[in-house]
């Protein structure tokens, strides 16, 4: 079994939800920068490889990598890349519509829905791409293996590509939209239980 190519899928589902960055106001953050040396005749030359995270905390949300021998234009082109990556993910009430599990490589995230009030229940690489999405309420667990930045942040994109609105359920499915939203698992209008 091969490795998912996550920036491929991203592009595929562009073609068909094409998302213009220039419409949206998007932030950014840095979620990682790594120095990398190499050793030549005179010394050691460093370069730079960063990572980040662009959303617009309503739904949109991608992430782009950029290398070069200093810091700013790696984060520079990191963002630039990111802009080229935007997704699209249906929130329901400040949360996903359901539990979805994502993977690359050894990375393994799980995402569930939280009720109101939860807040963002995330840790180190996941924390940023949630936030920038909008998501306010959400438990998640890194399962995998890995502690690797790139790998996670990828596992977030592979589940977020997965989520499915109720709407789209039931156009898959060939059912009655109100059927689906019924019997949809939805905590952030489910009743808390005593």
Not at 1 to 9: D, F, P, S, T, Y
Not at 126 to 140: A, C, F, H, K, S
Not at 163 to 183: L, T, W
């Amino acid at each position: 079994m091969g490795v998912k190519n996550i920036e491929r899928l991203i592009e595929e589902r562009q073609k068909i939800e094409p998302i213009n960055p220039a419409e949206l106001t998007l932030e950014e953050k840095v979620v990682e920068i790594r120095r990398t040396t190499r050793v030549v005749e005179g010394g050691r030359r460093f370069s730079f490889s960063t990572l980040a995270v662009v959303g617009d905390r309503n739904g949109h949300v991608g992430f782009g990598h950029g290398k070069a021998n200093e810091v700013p234009p790696s984060i520079a082109k990191a963002i630039a890349d990111a802009k080229k990556h935007l997704i699209r993910v249906p929130l329901i009430e400040g949360t996903i519509p359901h539990d979805v599990i994502g993977k690359y490589e050894s990375a393994v995230v799980l995402l569930k829905p939280a009720r109101k009030g939860t807040g963002v229940v995330a840790g180190g690489p996941v924390r940023p791409v949630l936030e920038l999405l909008g998501v306010t309420d959400i438990l998640t667990k890194i399962i995998g293996r890995t502690t690797n930045p790139n790998n996670t942040v990828r596992a977030v994109f592979d589940a977020l590509l997965q989520i499915r609105s109720p709407e789209q359920v039931a156009a898959i499915r060939g059912v009655d939209e109100e059927k689906i939203r019924k019997n949809y698992r939805i905590y952030a209008s489910a009743p808390i239980v005593k």
